[in-house]
Nanobody, 122 residues
Framework: QVQLVESGGGSVQAGGSLRLSCAASGVTGNWRCMGWLRQAPGKEREQVAR????????TITDSVKGRFTLTRDNALNTVYLQMNNLKPEDTAMYYC???????????????WGQGTQVTVSS
């Protein structure tokens, strides 16, 4: 069974940091991209960061550029989202996701974790 398991969420004050982890297990050979999305109450799900595992290219959404960093550990099948200088507007449920790719282009997300809550207080 394929699984994505997130960890590392929590509550911090504005300006603080958290690191989210997403460990993939099971048949992961079809996955070529992994990333993080978030959804705040009453808002649509938003893609935060994505990495193409084959070529190592990372995409970060503008609202978190310079504050969030996505890295990977291929040996552990794990990706990490380092979040620094957190703001109250970063408060959301954060989901890890995975997908295939066509060449250098990531396809639509096909697998999801259960999510981990991040709460940033002012």
């Amino acid at each position: 069974q394929v699984q994505l398991v997130e960890s590392g969420g929590g509550s911090v004050q504005a300006g603080g940091s958290l690191r989210l982890s997403c460990a993939a297990s099971g048949v992961t050979g079809n996955w070529r991209c992994m990333g993080w999305l978030r959804q705040a109450p009453g808002k649509e799900r938003e893609q935060v960061a994505r990495i193409h595992l084959g070529i190592g290219v990372t995409t970060i959404t503008d609202s978190v550029k310079g504050r969030f960093t996505l890295t990977r550990d291929n040996a552990l099948n794990t990706v990490y989202l380092q979040m620094n200088n957190l703001k109250p507007e970063d408060t959301a449920m954060y989901y890890c996701a995975a997908s295939g790719a066509f060449g250098g282009r990531c396809l639509a997300w096909t697998d999801w974790g259960q999510g981990t809550q991040v709460t940033v207080s002012s």
